[in-house]
């Protein structure tokens, strides 16, 4: 059973390029989330997916896409990559949109130069 | 609104001695309460919850937390510190209404050190 699963751990990409951060969970949730951290300002929701086949903004969204490809994996795409959107990037998931706890994964480090 | 504030962003202890991390929230609804840990390099970890039942809350590796309604605080407290616990806390609120429940905000972070 290994949780919330990210690819890659760790990126580096040149202004414009273009990637796609993906996640899978094992544990049959229904919600998944993407956040973003950058240093003193906590975790903010850049997409969400209350369920399989729905996608909604969080606070961030502008500059990203989701991709919800089935009940397990959760994609977030970065069409043309910015310096600002240089951050650790993280994947959660919970049993419903209503359920509290979320299950976080182990992190993407993205740098954009 | 809903908002989180933790007040320290920094908080040095020695080993054994007792943890007090502050935090605030602001809600127009009863919220639900959180207190994550992120060790360095890894993801977020539940360590306790507050959802409408018992006002103090016993959570994973000794921290408890206590809702207070009339001071809006949710402070997470640990009698005896241990090295292990050196990470960084986030205080976290979710809104109680309108299906919006997933929709977490997370204070700002307080990074906690340990000294042997």
């Known amino acids: 059973n290994a949780g919330v699963t990210q690819t890659p751990k760790f990126q580096v990409l040149k202004t414009g390029q273009s990637m796609t951060l993906q996640c899978a969970q094992d544990m049959n949730h229904n919600s998944m989330y993407w956040y973003r951290q950058d240093p003193g300002m906590g975790l903010r929701l850049i997409y969400y997916s209350a369920s399989e086949g729905t996608t909604d903004k969080g606070e961030v969204p502008n500059g990203y896409n989701v991709s919800r490809l089935n009940k397990r994996e959760f994609s977030l795409r970065l069409e043309s990559a910015a310096p600002s959107q240089t951050s650790v990037y993280f994947c959660?998931?919970?049993?419903?949109?209503?359920?509290?706890?979320?299950?976080f994964g182990p992190g993407t480090r993205l740098t954009v130069t | 609104a809903q908002s989180v504030t933790q007040l320290d962003s920094h908080v040095s202890v020695s080993e054994g001695t007792p943890v007090l991390l502050r935090c605030n929230y602001s809600s127009s609804y009863s919220p639900s309460l959180f207190w994550y840990v992120q060790h360095p390099n890894k993801g977020l970890q539940l360590l306790l919850k507050?959802?409408?039942?018992?006002?103090l809350v016993k959570g994973i590796n000794g921290f408890e937390a206590e809702f207070k309604k009339s001071e809006t605080s949710f402070h997470l407290t640990k009698p005896s510190a241990h090295m292990s616990d050196a990470a960084e806390y986030f205080c976290?609120?979710?809104?109680?209404?309108?299906?919006?429940?997933?929709?977490?905000?997370f204070g700002k972070g307080t990074k906690l050190s340990v000294k042997p």
């Open positions: 976290v609120v979710s809104p109680n209404y309108g299906g919006s429940q997933g929709n977490l905000i």
């Open positions: 959660a998931s919970s049993e419903s949109y209503r359920s509290y706890e979320q299950y």
């Open positions: 507050y959802t409408s039942a018992a006002t």
